[in-house]
């Protein structure tokens, strides 16, 4: 009985920590069906003290990544337009999960930007 608890303790605690966005969502999705597998919602501060054009052009470079099958900004804005005063911004970033590694490390980079952050999407509206 000892053992079973370590056992199941030992794996407890290696998948509350460490886990990724994607991670995350990916369990998520499947536990509750509530959010998407692979589809992200990016909301992009441009009123942060943290923007600049310099974090912005990084942004733009990391979302035109091969791993992103879909991009979808608000109506009126474009990739690679300056954001430059446009307030919140709620983009939806699908990403290719058949690329694990490489999808997880673009989700943890982008919600590095202080002025980013990116959650899963939820199916619900």
């Not at 690679?80 to 990403?95: D, H, P, Y």
């Not at 997880?104 to 959650?119: A, H, K, T, W, Y």
């Amino acid at each position: 009985m000892k053992k079973l608890t370590t056992a199941l303790l030992f794996l407890l605690c290696s998948t509350a920590f460490g886990q990724t966005i994607l991670d995350k969502c990916y369990q998520a999705s499947y536990a509750t069906n509530y959010v998407y597998e692979d589809t992200f919602k990016v909301i992009i501060d441009t009123n942060s003290e943290d923007y600049s054009l310099h974090s912005e052009n990084k942004l733009w470079k990391l979302l035109s990544n091969s791993v992103v099958k879909k991009l979808t900004l608000p109506e009126g804005i474009s990739a690679g337009q300056s954001l430059e005063g446009k307030g919140k911004i709620i983009a939806s970033l699908k990403v290719d999960v058949a690329k694990w590694n490489y999808s997880s490390n673009l989700l943890e980079v982008l919600g590095q930007i202080s002025f980013v952050r990116v959650d899963c999407k939820y199916k619900i509206k």
